[in-house]
């Protein structure tokens, strides 16, 4: 175990969190890791939503950040998708996670990026940026979302190929699953874009779907929204954007307590 373990079992009860084990790390690139940690017995969450998870600083103090999960509310496992800042208060120590270690795990669970925030529909598309994909992974594996949508997008733009994180999973993993693979079989589309450097799908999401490329390329119905919902998840400047470009379509932005045509992720920023 490494020194990110200091303190944080007597943290943890100080502050009434969990601290599980990490399980499992993986490193994408050099800016992008993912880990799994236990899951405790009694944490409940919805598919996509996001928790507070954090390290302990030489204080005694918890450090801590809201991360969507990947994994969906079945698993048994937790999955986190991240970024690897060099100087950020959490993310340069969380970087450094090993198998064996702990970290610091809220107890409330919350966000909008859920199924029932939204109508029905026939489209489901899901639009990140980053890091943002991380909650369309867990939705994506809801067993509730292919009951309440028919065709499903998930559509994530970086800058970066290298940086297209779980694009095996979304590109061929997923259609072989033993559960989902059926479910997806026709129903699915990943739309990855980058936005520098060589790739087959260049540019930015937003000019996609504002100049109508991305509708022709998922085969949506032309210039008929209203069967359409959307969930999206990126940085400040990105989420701000597509709410422009949704709402300037007539649609409305709906929450748990009232559904409505899309959703946005506005506490986690990827």
């Given at each position: 175990?490494?020194?990110?373990?200091?303190?944080?079992?007597?943290?943890?009860?100080?502050?009434?969190?969990?601290?599980?084990?990490?399980?499992w790390?993986?490193?994408?690139?050099?800016?992008?890791?993912?880990?799994?940690?236990?899951?405790?017995?009694?944490?409940?969450?919805v598919?996509?939503?996001?928790?507070?998870?954090?390290?302990?600083?030489?204080?005694?103090?918890?450090?801590?950040?809201?991360?969507?999960?990947?994994?969906?509310?079945?698993?048994?496992?937790?999955?986190?998708?991240?970024?690897?800042?060099?100087?950020?208060?959490?993310?340069?120590?969380?970087?450094?996670?090993?198998?064996?270690?702990?970290?610091?795990?809220?107890?409330?669970?919350?966000?909008?990026?859920?199924?029932?925030?939204?109508?029905?529909?026939?489209?489901?598309?899901?639009?990140?940026?980053?890091?943002?994909?991380?909650?369309?992974?867990?939705?994506?594996?809801?067993p509730?979302?292919?009951?309440?949508?028919?065709?499903?997008?998930?559509?994530?733009?970086?800058?970066?190929?290298?940086?297209?994180?779980?694009?095996?999973?979304?590109?061929?993993?997923?259609?072989?699953?033993?559960?989902?693979?059926?479910?997806?079989?026709?129903?699915?589309?990943?739309?990855?874009?980058v936005?520098?450097?060589?790739?087959?799908?260049?540019?930015?999401?937003?000019?996609?779907?504002r100049?109508?490329?991305?509708?022709?390329?998922?085969?949506?119905?032309?210039?008929?929204?209203?069967?359409?919902?959307?969930?999206?998840?990126?940085?400040?400047?990105?989420?701000?954007?597509?709410?422009?470009?949704?709402?300037g379509?007539?649609?409305?932005?709906?929450?748990?307590?009232?559904?409505?045509?899309?959703?946005?992720?506005?506490a986690?920023?990827?």
């Amino acid at each position: 175990m490494t020194d990110i373990n200091v303190n944080i079992q007597a943290i943890a009860e100080a502050k009434d969190l969990f601290c599980p084990k990490v399980t499992w790390v993986h490193h994408w690139t050099e800016t992008l890791f993912s880990f799994r940690i236990e899951r405790p017995q009694s944490f409940r969450f919805v598919s996509g939503e996001f928790i507070m998870i954090g390290l302990g600083t030489p204080e005694g103090k918890p450090l801590m950040r809201a991360y969507s999960i990947v994994s969906p509310a079945w698993e048994d496992h937790l999955e986190f998708f991240s970024v690897k800042v060099k100087d950020g208060p959490l993310t340069s120590r969380l970087q450094h996670l090993q198998v064996g270690d702990h970290i610091l795990l809220g107890r409330k669970p919350t966000g909008t990026l859920v199924p029932d925030a939204l109508e029905p529909g026939e489209h489901l598309l899901m639009i990140g940026t980053g890091t943002g994909l991380a909650p369309f992974l867990s939705v994506l594996r809801e067993p509730d979302t292919h009951e309440r949508f028919g065709h499903i997008v998930i559509a994530h733009t970086v800058r970066q190929k290298e940086e297209l994180a779980y694009h095996a999973l979304l590109e061929e993993d997923i259609r072989s699953d033993e559960i989902f693979g059926e479910l997806l079989k026709d129903r699915f589309t990943y739309y990855p874009t980058v936005t520098r450097g060589s790739f087959h799908r260049q540019g930015r999401v937003t000019d996609r779907i504002r100049d109508g490329r991305f509708a022709a390329d998922v085969a949506l119905p032309a210039g008929d929204l209203s069967t359409t919902r959307w969930m999206i998840c990126g940085s400040i400047d990105f989420n701000r954007e597509m709410i422009e470009i949704l709402e300037g379509t007539g649609l409305r932005e709906g929450t748990r307590s009232n559904p409505g045509q899309f959703v946005v992720e506005r506490a986690f920023v990827g």
